[in-house]
């Protein structure tokens, strides 16, 4: 299982870290990756962190701004976000699909995903 926390309210321009903690399983042997999706969109990948620690970005909108770490000791993966802009905001899921590597592949090809947590970036 995994399960979201972190999300919340944030001005533009603020920050906002995102936990995803897993349960059943051990992350530091799977990638594991952010979705985010917002009102009227589709669902799309974010980051991810692979079991070797390698980390990919799939959006270039969250360049030099986001950033996917991974706490093998709580067995959780973060995902810290800077400088943040209203176009950030979205429901922010955490996913896996059992594979060691960050593949990029559709949210309809992952099997594991937390409930969601709400991020909304406004004045």
């Known amino acids: 299982q995994l399960a979201e926390s972190g999300g919340g309210l944030v001005q533009p321009g603020g920050s906002l870290t995102l936990s995803c903690a897993a349960s059943g399983f051990t992350v530091r042997y799977y990638a594991i990756n952010w979705f985010r999706q917002a009102p009227g969109k589709e669902r799309e990948g974010v980051l991810c962190?692979?079991?070797?620690?390698?980390?990919?970005t799939y959006q270039d909108s969250v360049k030099d701004r986001f950033t996917i770490s991974r706490d093998d000791a709580k067995n959780s993966v973060s995902l810290q976000m800077n400088s943040m802009k209203p176009d950030d905001t979205a429901t922010y899921f955490c996913?896996?699909?059992?594979?060691?590597?960050?593949?990029?592949?559709?949210?309809?090809?992952?099997?594991?995903w937390g409930q969601g947590t709400q991020v909304t970036v406004s004045s």
């Open positions: 962190i692979s079991s070797s620690g390698k980390t990919t």
């Open positions: 996913a896996a699909d059992g594979r060691p590597g960050c593949t990029g592949r559709g949210a309809d090809e992952y099997e594991f």
